[in-house]
């Protein structure tokens, strides 16, 4: 049975689910950052997915992607599995600019999270959410 | 027409060309790292390629990653198309050990490339290709 890494748990803010995948906004206001995680246990590798739900994940993404653009209107995006200290498979997606604290170095372990107000991150679901006509509420813990 | 960012022609050694990609050796012995560079022009996110060409690429890092868990058995792959510095779409696949140098942070700007002995490269290209049917030799520069 899937369940969410403790971890990811803590420092993400739940925004729906898609077909197949857990939708997660960082607690970061530094970055607009989301969070793909397949719903399928004991994955940690793209590879380890079958075929189907490979494919199902490079959609999901590829719809996410679009909606960060559209919204953010970033200079760059960052897609990343990386999971070097959560191995839970989950698909980074940072909508990177120039002018954030980080670039043009990868965000990972830079600096510490500035959490969102619970406002902005509730407003920043639900434009993300217009843009993925897929996304449900959340059903499962 | 597709030609190699002039930085990851000088960072990379080539080691051939799959149906979609070039593959590259990262000049770094620090890491197994090699990097899928699609032969599209003009192209900088992954969702900006067609969707028969994110099908492929999907496909190319599948049998890339594979062939390096076989390889290699890290503790971990890290897949990333960052893009900050080079933005001509390219996607990093490196195999990651507890015992590495960076870990567990990402590997990028950490610390600087200690390039391959000529031997060890060429060695470590045969033993990819023997696990990549799909890989032929460079055909353009």
Known sequence: MFTLDPRLQQDTIPAGELPLSRLL???DCSYPWLIL???RPDIREIFQLDEADRGQL????????????????????NIAALGNV????????????????????????????VP?????????????????PELSPLTSP
């Open 25 to 27: 906004l960082m607690n």
């Open 37 to 39: 995680v397949p719903r």
């Open 58 to 77: 490079l959609h999901e993404s590829t719809r996410l992607s679009q909606a960060l653009y559209a919204i953010c209107r970033p200079d760059k995006l």
């Open 86 to 113: 959560v191995a839970q498979l989950h698909l980074h997606h940072v909508a990177r600019y120039r002018t954030d604290p980080a670039w043009p170095a990868p965000i990972w372990g830079r600096a510490p999270a």
């Open 116 to 132: 969102y107000a619970p406002e902005a991150a509730k407003a920043f679901i639900l434009q993300i959410s217009a843009h993925l």
